[in-house]
């Protein structure tokens, strides 16, 4: 229930326009890398996040037999993960840091307009400018400090 909560409040804020933070000329190197196939498959992600904290903590109670801890150790992976899918959604809209590729993505044909706002037409506009803080990173941690306490 926490985690499909965290779930929708994060898909409202992906879809808020972010900080439109303004690109000095210094700096438009920093938004040019080329755009490049992804090396580990996204539908794979959240399970692993999921289950392996979750796998870890199963084997605690095949130990221990603790009825409550189990329930303890689930509730705290799940609190961390969607509290963190929050956090992480409001400083990307806050910060508005645009993503290494960001010229690669939005303008393709190398012509950049005087404000450098994305305009492609597609649910890029507006993930362009949220690069910081790193989602997959923090979602990483989110999991391992329970299980660290744990």
């Known amino acids: 229930m926490i985690i499909i909560g965290g779930k ?17 000329s210094q700096e438009l190197w920093l938004y040019s890398y080329p755009s490049v196939p992804r090396y580990f498959p996204g539908r794979l992600f959240y399970p692993l996040v999921l289950v392996i904290p979750l796998c870890a903590i199963w084997w605690f109670y095949q130990t221990s037999e603790d009825d409550i801890d189990v329930i303890e150790g689930f509730l705290s992976v799940t609190l961390s993960f969607s509290v963190t899918l929050l956090l992480v959604e409001i400083l990307k809209n806050v910060i508005g840091r645009p993503r290494p590729n960001f010229l690669a993505k939005c303008f393709p044909d190398g012509n950049l307009p005087e404000d450098l706002i994305c305009s492609t037409g597609t649910f890029y506009d507006i993930q362009s400018r949220k690069s910081f803080p790193s989602g997959h990173a923090a979602r990483k941690d989110s999991n391992e ?4 306490l744990y």
């Open 8 to 24: 929708q409040i994060r898909k409202v804020l992906a879809r808020i326009p972010p900080f439109h933070r303004e690109i000095q």
């Open 145 to 148: 400090q329970p299980l660290k």
